[in-house]
């Protein structure tokens, strides 16, 4: 049998997070009395629905300094990445106006892998290097932009090693340009400030479950003047969120989506405070107890609830074998789980196969308490010792 997960130790939420009670709330009567479809308002049961989604527009809105119209909610931040880099690149075509993207090699799988798909179709796209603590440099952008770049597309903050790119730098190269910039926030929401007008953003992806909020749920933030962002639907049909994205609406998650993101920035500067000292105490508790332990990723410039340590000379895997079932950790990210080569974020900062093979990412949350911490670094600091004992003799 299982054993119970009151006795394990969540520290996976770069995968997801729990769905906050908050959050649950707000969502359950969207669940039962008001089940109405928002696309049909002539009567209350619509107008109740609708207001709950044009309430989530509103909480959204609010946090990123955008309109409310400039919102499209989607499935989640995978369908967000390909609406924005397919649905972008589809207009471009259409009219003739470019046919080069750039991106990064850091990318999460759903930015990578839509555009091999571009390049399968004949885009050419650059895919830029980052420096060993997985920064790109926002001049790289600038000296890799053509006349015929349509979208520049770079993470807010890495899935794996917690990097936090130079949004507002890179948005001023895009804007000087006149190219688009599309970034994936789903990581940095909730720890890093995000505000499009600022930071010069045109198209951003969010997901809700990163967040305290469901799953199957995001949202794409596209940019309505100043510029106007053009771009194509991905899926056809009822002309719902204006034509974008069609298919009725997620009422109880879009719900739930407003209050996560609305939560996450208001409780921004307890939340990380909370996850930085906690972060903060594993590391140094692995430099004082530990040999050979690495960091990954950049020492300051990182989301605080990341932490992805290099235990040189142990195998990730047999590692996170070796804490189970007390601790829920990852040995790369949960998209490459399974597949035996390196993590292609950990290859891209650089290093050797042994960084890349003994790498762990530990995912903090607002409710891990000192004690579980406490508890899974000994863990933690017990099996590395024990592995490499074995190893040894
Ligand atoms: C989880 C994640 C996604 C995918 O989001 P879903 O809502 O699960 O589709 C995309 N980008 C990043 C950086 C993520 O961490």
């Known amino acids: 049998m299982t054993p119970a997960l009151d006795d394990a130790v969540y520290l996976d939420h770069h995968a997801t997070t729990p769905v906050d009670e908050r959050v649950a709330e707000e ?48 499935s989640g931040a995978t369908e967000s990445d390909n609406l924005a880099t397919k649905g972008v690149a589809d207009y471009a ?75 507002k730098e890179i948005g001023k190269v895009a804007k000087d340009n006149e190219v688009f910039f599309h970034t994936d926030a789903v990581q940095a929401v909730g720890y890093v400030p995000i505000d499009v007008e600022e930071m010069g953003i045109d198209l951003m992806s969010i997901s809700a479950h990163k967040i305290y909020g469901p799953k199957g749920i995001g949202a794409l933030y596209v940019r309505r003047r100043n510029p106007k962002v053009k771009l194509d639907p991905l899926i056809h049909g009822g002309g719902h969120e204006r034509g974008w994205r069609s298919g009725t609406l997620n009422v ?31 590391w140094d508790r692995f430099n004082s107890k530990l040999d050979d332990v690495v960091l990954n990723g950049h020492p300051e410039k990182r989301i605080p609830n990341n932490l992805n340590v290099s235990f040189l000379g142990v195998e990730n895997k047999a590692l996170v074998q070796n804490l189970q079932p007390e601790l829920a950790v990852s040995a790369g990210s949960a998209c490459t789980t399974g597949k035996v080569e390196a993590s292609h974020v950990l290859q891209a900062i650089g290093g050797d196969e042994e960084r890349w093979h003994s790498a762990v990412r530990f995912g903090l949350g607002k409710d891990n308490t000192k004690e579980e911490i406490e508890h899974a670094t000994d863990q933690v600091i017990q099996s590395v010792s024990r592995l490499r004992k074995l190893q040894i003799s």
Do not use: W
């Open 27 to 74: 969502m359950t009567p969207y669940l039962t009395e008001n089940f109405g479809n928002p696309a049909s308002d002539d009567h209350l049961y619509g107008a109740k629905a609708k207001e709950g989604v044009e309430q989530a527009r509103e909480q959204i809105s609010e946090v990123l300094n955008c309109r409310k119209e400039e919102i499209i909610f989607t």
């Open 93 to 167: 075509e259409r009219k003739d106006k470019g046919n080069h993207i750039i991106t990064g090699e850091t990318e999460h799988e759903a930015v990578l892998e839509a555009c091999e798909v571009l390049e399968e179709r004949g885009f050419d796209v650059t895919y830029l290097p980052v420096d060993e603590n997985g920064l790109i440099n926002p001049d790289d952008v600038e000296e890799a932009i053509r006349d015929d770049t349509l979208l520049i597309s770079i993470m807010a903050a890495n899935n794996e090693i917690g990097t936090i790119a130079p949004l």
């Open 252 to 282: 109880p998650s879009i719900v739930g989506l407003g209050k996560a993101v609305q939560l996450a920035d208001k409780e921004m500067d307890e939340r990380r405070q909370h996850v930085d000292e906690l972060t903060s105490y594993m």
